[in-house]
């Protein structure tokens, strides 16, 4: 049966993924394409709904970006959401002009019909408004179903052309009922009958690689990591024993990482697959010996990290398919091309030109992190590591300030744990963004016992965070913030001081190198 769809025709809105992300969260597939998509494109696609995001331009101005107006002739439901509701009046005729007062953040919203797109949901509530220009004129045959203080078109719509629209932001968790709303365009208004889940999804595609692999051969690069983990489940259940993976230990993982990783998909593991572990730690830290740089140290992991994956391949032997973690926000943010390289990205991502192979295969391609999850859990993986948080392919390389020395490793990762441990034992594991220990260059004295000391401080990192783009440093209550310090300090030998990392990003980053 074939699933029904939505198309998000992206503005430039930042909350372009957001949106998508929302609508996958109804259990409905959708997929983000360029606001550019043509007629005919959109026709294929056969979407049950459209959703126009949000933009930073204004729609009157020369060169602002515009949708045909024959998509409104398709017959197929379209919401838009703030620049795609102004857009939607633009074209059907009706105006938009520089609002006298902006709003922005939290505002009180009255509705004041019986909209479908608001059933369910009380006359008052709070919205999410970030806009400065306004609907001052609705198109003909448009009635007006909500406003706010300053906004009086905060909504609007066409029953009869199933067409509405929005001026705030449905999708951002801060409108009370946005994620109803949503809902009730999709269920409501566009009439979805067959939605996407995860078990549908994980069966559909174990069927759909046994199909096309056959007989073939298919190496997976394993990083422990959500993404790959769930990509090399996946390939498992569908070609068994024809599937490869190959775990780079490079001494820089998390405490007992490595041994968690080959219990799961080593020869004692609940996967029938081919597993290697390679034991590359000294070589790695061979290579890092007197590196400081934190960009350097990237490079270098990065570079030796191709290294050992390219000599295990050769003694394999010719390989047909190449498995990748690929996930749908890395799509659609490559698709945009819009980012700026503030430090090299390392992770198994970067393997296809050094081996010979016929073909990618990215099974995640499709999916937000939360399905991934969702996939990883349906396929029987423990929520440990289904829920573990982003790690970075260079590891606690670049959460060790200064040189790298085995000791400073063990250092940053007793701490980590003691500081994941904890963190989970105060039950703040799910709402934290991520948060671990960083080993800083800075040594001080201190007293323990009688004994002077000349240790180093260890830095607790934890950012609240959706989108890893921008965060803001997480207030772990004191009392928490207590006991880690006394176990780091009492219980990791080399440590004498604890120091919490109060920087959001920007101007920090996540990470702390
Ligand atoms: P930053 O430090 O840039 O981190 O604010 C944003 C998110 O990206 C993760 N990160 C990486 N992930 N390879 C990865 O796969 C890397 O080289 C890398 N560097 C940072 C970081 O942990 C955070 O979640």
Redesign the pocket.
Known sequence: MAIDKILVLDFGGQYNQLIARRVRECNVYCEVHPYSMPIEKIKEYNPKGIIFTGGPNSVYEENSPLCSKAIFELNIPILGICYGSQLMAHILGGKVEHATVSEYGKTKLLLNNTSKLFKDIPNESICWMSHTDYISQIPDNFSITSSTKDCPVASMECESKKLYAVQYHPEVAHTEFGLKMINNFLYEVCNIENTWTMKEFAKNKIQEIKNKVKDGKVLCALSGGVDSSVAAVLLSKAVGKNLTCVFVDHGLLRKNEGDEVEQIFGKNGQYELNFIRVNAQKRFYEKLKGITEPEEK?KIIGEEFIRVFEEVSKELGEVDYLVQGTIYPDVIESGLGKSAT??S???VGGLPDVISFKEIIEPLRLLFKDEVRSVGLELGLPEYLVYRQ?????GLG?RIIGEITESKIKIVQDADFIFREEIKNAGLDKTLG?YFAALTNMQSVGVMGDERTYDYAIALRAVTTTD?MTADWAKIPYDVLEIISNRIVNEVRGVNRVLLDCTS?PPG???FE
Do not use: A, D, L, S
């Open positions: 990237r503030i430090k990205h390392h992770n982003p790690f970075p392919g260079p670049i991520q890893f990003k980053t996540i990470e």
